[in-house]
């Protein structure tokens, strides 16, 4: 039977689930949020949780036969009644699982959107000869910080903005108290987030380089820095990677990030 879960249930914190809790670790910052959807089965064999509009994370017990993975997702789906689920998150054969038999139920197709590679950290290699040093954003940066964000949404997803149109955004990063620069001769040339704490993890996000100064370290140790921030916090860091990028991934591999899990990303239409 499904019910409520509360955003630090025992469940998020004991075996089997803290087994997969590295590749799972976004589901940690949706349940804090005020406006998710949080289910867990009663048997603790499925976890549930979405934000408003986002995909949903679905985590299942691995050992669970296909006919008991079965009518565990029709009781969900049963559940989820007419809430617009986007898509899903989860390990592969979870979300196929659930993406067939939801997009069954509704009359939706539905398509791998990313793989995603997830990582922990738990004692980084930094690099040497890299020039520059760690420091968290402040209010003055605003500018550079809209800047790089304009950049990186050309580079990711062949988007032309203004730097003024991403000063909003720029200006919550630096706000958040989680965002922090890599600089050189006290000018940012890369930029990277702890996005989100859990218990024992700190997730890193947002890691990016323009291009006129990337080839130098300056991604690679800025995130070991930020490693050894949630080392000193007692957290492992971690973060995830698009498997279809392999600069990316040898990157963080090279200073200490072992792989952890995959996660999918299914999208419905």
């Given at each position: 039977?499904?019910?409520?879960?509360?955003?630090?249930?025992?469940?998020?914190?004991?075996?089997?689930f803290?087994?997969?809790e590295?590749?799972?670790?976004?589901?940690?910052?949706?349940?804090?949020?005020?406006?998710?959807?949080?289910?867990k089965?009663?048997?603790?064999?499925?976890?549930?949780?979405?934000?408003?509009?986002?995909?949903g994370?679905?985590?299942?017990?691995?050992?669970?036969?296909?006919?008991?993975?079965?009518?565990?997702?029709?009781?969900?789906?049963?559940?989820?009644?007419?809430?617009?689920?986007?898509?899903?998150c989860?390990?592969?054969?979870?979300?196929?699982?659930?993406?067939?038999a939801?997009?069954?139920?509704?009359?939706?197709?539905?398509?791998?959107?990313?793989?995603?590679?997830?990582?922990?950290?738990?004692?980084?290699v930094?690099?040497?000869?890299?020039?520059?040093?760690?420091?968290?954003?402040?209010?003055?940066?605003?500018?550079?910080?809209?800047?790089?964000?304009?950049?990186?949404?050309?580079?990711?997803?062949?988007?032309?903005?203004?730097p003024?149109?991403?000063?909003?955004?720029?200006?919550?990063?630096?706000?958040?108290?989680?965002?922090?620069?890599?600089?050189?001769?006290?000018?940012?040339?890369?930029?990277?987030?702890?996005?989100?704490?859990?218990?024992?993890?700190?997730?890193?996000?947002?890691?990016?380089?323009?291009?006129?100064?990337?080839?130098?370290?300056?991604?690679?140790?800025?995130?070991a820095?930020?490693?050894?921030?949630?080392?000193?916090?007692?957290?492992n860091?971690?973060?995830?990677?698009?498997?279809?990028?392999?600069?990316?991934?040898?990157?963080?591999?090279?200073?200490?990030?072992?792989?952890?899990?995959?996660?999918?990303?299914?999208?419905?239409?």
């Amino acid at each position: 039977m499904l019910e409520k879960m509360p955003a630090d249930d025992t469940l998020l914190h004991e075996p089997p689930f803290t087994d997969e809790e590295v590749p799972y670790n976004l589901l940690f910052r949706i349940c804090d949020s005020n406006d998710a959807l949080r289910l867990k089965r009663s048997d603790g064999s499925l976890i549930y949780a979405q934000n408003p509009g986002l995909n949903g994370w679905l985590w299942m017990q691995r050992d669970l036969s296909d006919e008991e993975a079965q009518e565990r997702l029709a009781e969900l789906i049963e559940y989820l009644g007419d809430r617009p689920v986007p898509g899903v998150c989860a390990r592969p054969a979870t979300a196929d699982f659930f993406a067939h038999a939801y997009a069954a139920a509704r009359g939706y197709s539905y398509r791998t959107n990313m793989m995603l590679e997830a990582y922990r950290c738990e004692e980084a290699v930094k690099p040497l000869r890299v020039k520059g040093s760690l420091r968290s954003a402040r209010r003055d940066d605003v500018p550079r910080v809209a800047e790089f964000l304009a950049e990186f949404a050309f580079d990711a997803f062949g988007l032309t903005v203004k730097p003024s149109s991403q000063v909003e955004d720029a200006e919550s990063a630096v706000a958040s108290g989680g965002l922090y620069l890599w600089q050189v001769q006290g000018l940012p040339v890369s930029m990277a987030s702890i996005a989100h704490r859990s218990r024992r993890h700190a997730r890193i996000n947002g890691v990016y380089t323009p291009r006129n100064h990337r080839k130098n370290g300056y991604a690679s140790a800025l995130v070991a820095e930020l490693s050894a921030v949630a080392a000193s916090e007692g957290r492992n860091a971690m973060l995830y990677a698009d498997k279809s990028n392999p600069d990316s991934n040898k990157v963080y591999r090279n200073i200490g990030f072992i792989e952890s899990g995959n996660i999918k990303d299914i999208k419905f239409s």
